[in-house]
């Protein structure tokens, strides 16, 4: 499951990206770098549906 985020001046990011919701992980505060952009308000309620659906926490 992936969610194209387009670049824009919203999001600050050169290319368009897709978010990885099937391939969800943790890393340390410590391994991240500068920020390359940030997701829209509708991007970021698009990625949180999409993770309640693949992580099987939507109602039945």
Known sequence: ???LV???E???IRDSSRLMVDKVTT???SKL???VG???D???IRLSRALVVFL???GT
């Open 27 to 29: 890393i340390p505060r």
């Open 56 to 58: 099987g926490l939507a």
């Open 6 to 8: 387009e670049a824009d």
């Open 33 to 35: 770098g500068e920020r």
């Open 38 to 40: 940030q997701l829209s």
């Open 42 to 44: 509708d991007d970021t």
């Open 10 to 12: 919203v999001t600050g």
């Open 1 to 3: 499951m992936r969610l």
